[in-house]
């Protein structure tokens, strides 16, 4: 079924994208708008985070496509130093935007009787029903209006622009699970088409660079392909420069071109339902299935590993997104997004880890942009986390991190060891307060299964306790700093020593008296000795000598 409202609401030129000015406040622009106010603009502000990385890869396919090389049809600046005269002249940038969206002016409206953007015309499911807007919105959980801020007026009709977010949000981010199937799309099976897979972005741990401004941010991110060895074949096109979609995905399936791709996978086939005043339902279906596998030739925004099963089922080196645990702080996998981190265990192995393209990138563009070695640039690290088989969105993952731009550009790898020996010795000191509240627990008569809890606490208490001190350190990680590894360890002894102390202190007289377990006396004394002996062992640079030891002692 047709709108019978088309054409209507040009995204190109009305306001949709919520863009927090400078000012403080935040106003929604036009796509034009957003681009032309980027620099003074700070950054887009959706519903939720996941809205805005989904945004951020729409402006970079449009700008990649709108600076391309006019000879070789190639997206986006040909080298470091095109990239560098576009960002200092942006207006250069703007102009070839909005001459690019008025070509393609007609493939940009929300609502059209042949090509409402992002959409299928006439979709329609077999079963002709229309589901709420709950289907596309993931700030409403399972689609449960108890657990939203929204009053139901809110789930019932929304404007076009809030539409528009989250249409685009969907493509990239919907839930797995079953769906109801399109007519014309070979893929019914009684009336139901069978999972696909989350959306594309939902299949990878979203990595994007972010800047003080949103042209900075902008421009931190539109890579050079040229400069990091990337995989862009004829045709790496945005939905809007390619014939319309139907109901059904390409006969076979299809293998994306590129970056400009695999930015707009349409991997949903959807259709708003509209009156005058705004939109009021969607006929969701599926669209076209992406596979992880190694794909790290075309998507830039995520971090890789290595999968040894996944290798020797298609007897090649095979990589999958490395995707965000949202139970660890961005921090603890740091390693994974710095391009001179990459590690083999053998060299004639494959790399365990490949950093995120864009973090490549920016080693490459170090020198051109950032002249002070000792700036910083935030890593913004986004995506949702499935449950269910990937059919529902439990949680969402929204973290930042202050990056030394000395540490993307380490190519003699000297800061990014110290980054991850930062790294492993945290890690050796919270297991050290894990085997203390470990120990504590089974000398007070607590069971091998029940301790489990209080050692889990001891570490979710420890890396708690370690966000701040860490991201503080990293910020100013310098290779001026003449021993950061001590001051890091000293930083961390003091955390897990206090930590230690508290546990002590409330581990009762049962755990003082001690009991035998496994032929081994275990007590509170003994248990802190072990403690000291394996701090010290995770801590080498770190650890005070015996007399600071008795006054911290005396001091708790």
Known sequence: MKSNISPQFNLVTEPWIPVLRREGHIQEMSILGTLQEASSAIDIIGEVPTQNFALLRLLLAILHRAIRDPNTDRSGPQDIPEWRDLSNNWNVMVRAATDYLEYFHDRFYLFHSDSPFFQVADLQSVNNDVSGLEKIMVDVPNGDPLFTLRNRRGLEHISYAEAARWLIHAHAFDPSGIRTGAVGDPRVSKGKVYPIGPGWAGKIGGVHLVGPTLKETIMLNLIAWSSVDFVCLDEDLPP????????????????????????????????????????????????????????????????????????????????????????????????????????????????????????????????YQMGNGEATLRAHAVGIAYGTQNSVAIEMIDDQLEVPISLLSDQDGRLTQIAIDALAAADNAVGSLANLAGNLAEAAGIGREEKDAPVANAKADAYAALDLPFRTWLAGLSPKDNDPAKRWQRSVERVIWRLSRELLANSGPAAWVGRTVNDRHVDAGLSDLWFRKRLREALPHGMPDANEEEKMDEQV
């Not at 969607?282 to 040894?308: F, K």
């Open 240 to 367: 809007w420069e390619r014939a319309q979609l139907d109901s059904s995905e390409d006969e076979g399936g299809r293998e994306p071109r590129g970056p400009i791709d695999v930015y707009t996978w349409q991997s949903r086939r959807i259709r708003l339902q509209a009156d005058t005043e705004g939109v009021t339902g969607v006929v969701l279906c599926q669209g076209d299935q992406l596979y992880p596998q190694n794909r790290h030739v075309v998507e830039p925004m995520t971090a890789w590993r290595y999968s040894e099963p996944q290798s020797k089922k298609f007897k090649m080196d095979t990589y999958l997104p490395r995707l965000h645990d949202p139970s660890r702080s961005f921090w603890r996998g740091l390693e994974g997004i710095l391009p001179f981190a990459t590690r083999s265990r053998m060299q004639s192995q494959a790399a365990q880890l490949l950093a995120p393209t864009v973090t490549r990138w920016v080693a490459q563009l170090g020198p």
